[in-house]
């Protein structure tokens, strides 16, 4: 093996352990900010005696988690009881490794290790785990294996209650996962890529893609919190009506794995609205990070990414404390019967819009985006005006409204 090779593998390894960790850290400050923000919300405090501002609540609670005893249901087909919560974990993680979260870092070494022996490396790293050409496509079969772990996880309960709450997050995100890549295949046929680095670059050379595919942005936002079991689509976790749902037999850090599982989730979900829709790390209104590659380029797109995500993340929680949950017929039809069809018409739209531009002879960039952002205005307008027949919208919601105040 050459020191190249082993130059390589070094900086993956420390990719996949930087990145992981990360996670990992920010699903525990993410489950604090929820908790501290729903207080705020609520005209509460929230956690606020175990460490600074509550800071150490998480690791309270996971250390508690861990020392809880294990229980078992007699009837439970144990090998699959074990497996669900790893099976509903894993696919969250493994969806980050091929969301680029900076602009490539330089780095140059030269050492040698005793036993192991020379390691070697002088240029550009890509800050993303497995720049694979097939980046896309892998988000959308991964997002596709959690499913598995919640139907697992109702099935091998042998409880009721848990196999109802399984069938129906099943049937639930099953609906909702043809939206959801529906609503990004708008975002290929713009970029002309299925890598997300090209996506970005795209992004880059014009406008953001919210601008350019504001309704495929707000349906896959839409579908986003539904992958996620949030509310207002929380109904595999509906407490009053299912216990709690498809992990309703679990309990100890069995339990807590399905929570940490949906909060990487909604993590790696804001990261995707921010690279397919945002611009990803890209720094808005300036050039600055193209060009050769700096230390500087990398923290500053770094940072920049982690604020794009983060402002997902809060929008994803403030909803969560502000709206009710569907009921489940709702939640079916809204999937089936709106989302599904109105996302396929949008492709359609936007896939001859894409090649009117084209035959006119106009080229990628402001003016490319902004007719895209013109037609995408009209179509938001007739879809919410048509689902929203005339409640909120419309003259007499807005009368009987100015009523009720």
């Known amino acids: 093996m050459t020191p190249e090779i082993k130059g390589f593998l070094l900086l993956a390894t420390a990719k996949i352990l930087v990145v992981f960790t990360v996670i990992m850290v920010g699903v525990m400050m993410v489950i604090w900010l929820e908790r501290r923000y729903s207080g705020w919300l ?16 998480s690791v309270a609670d996971g250390i508690k988690n861990i020392m809880k005893e294990e229980t078992w249901p007699t009837e439970a087909d144990k090998t699959l009881f074990l497996l669900a919560p790893t099976m509903a974990f894993v696919p969250a993680l493994l969806l980050f490794a091929v969301v680029p979260f900076g602009a490539p870092l330089p780095v140059t070494f030269d050492f040698t290790l005793p036993l192991l022996g020379r390691f070697a490396h002088d240029g550009p790293v890509p800050m993303i785990i497995a720049d694979i050409p097939i980046g896309f496509l892998m988000i959308l079969a991964f997002s596709s294996l959690a499913v598995y772990g919640i139907v697992l996880a109702g099935w ?16 639930q995100m099953i609906s909702y996962e043809i939206a959801l ?23 880059q050379e014009g406008v953001w893609f919210v601008f350019a595919l504001t309704l495929g942005c707000i349906f896959f936002m839409i579908s986003a919190l539904a992958e996620t079991n949030r509310l207002p689509f929380d109904l595999p976790e509906a407490e ?130 902004a007719a895209l952002f013109g037609v995408n205005i009209v179509l938001v307008y007739l ?15 807005l009368q009987r409204a100015g009523r009720r105040i």
């Open 383 to 397: 879809v919410f005006w048509v689902l929203d027949r005339g409640r909120l919208v419309g003259t007499t919601g």
């Open 156 to 171: 091998a309960s042998n409880s009721k209650y848990a196999f109802l709450g399984g069938l129906r997050a099943s049937a």
């Open 240 to 369: 009053a009506e299912l216990i709690t749902g498809y992990h309703t037999e679990y309990s100890s850090m069995k339990f807590s794995m399905f929570f940490i599982a949906e909060y990487a989730a909604l993590i790696t979900m804001s990261a995707l609205i921010a690279t397919l829709f945002f611009g990803g790390w890209d720094i808005p209104l300036t050039t600055w990070d193209d060009g050769e590659p700096t230390v500087a380029k990398s923290l500053a797109t770094m940072g920049m990414f982690f604020l794009k995500t983060m402002v997902f993340v809060t929008a994803y929680i403030h909803t969560r404390w502000t709206l009710p949950r569907f009921r489940f017929d709702q939640l079916m039809a809204l999937g089936w019967k709106v989302m599904l069809p109105i996302a396929l018409l949008y492709l359609m739209v936007m896939a001859v819009t894409v090649w009117a531009l084209d035959t006119v002879g106009l080229v990628w960039g402001v003016g490319y985006g």
């Open 181 to 203: 890549g529906l609503s990004a295949v708008a975002v290929l046929l713009l970029a002309g890529n299925v890598t997300l680095g090209e996506v970005i670059r795209v992004q």
């Open 42 to 57: 609520q005209d509460r405090l929230g956690p606020n005696r175990v460490g600074p501002q509550g800071l150490l609540q």
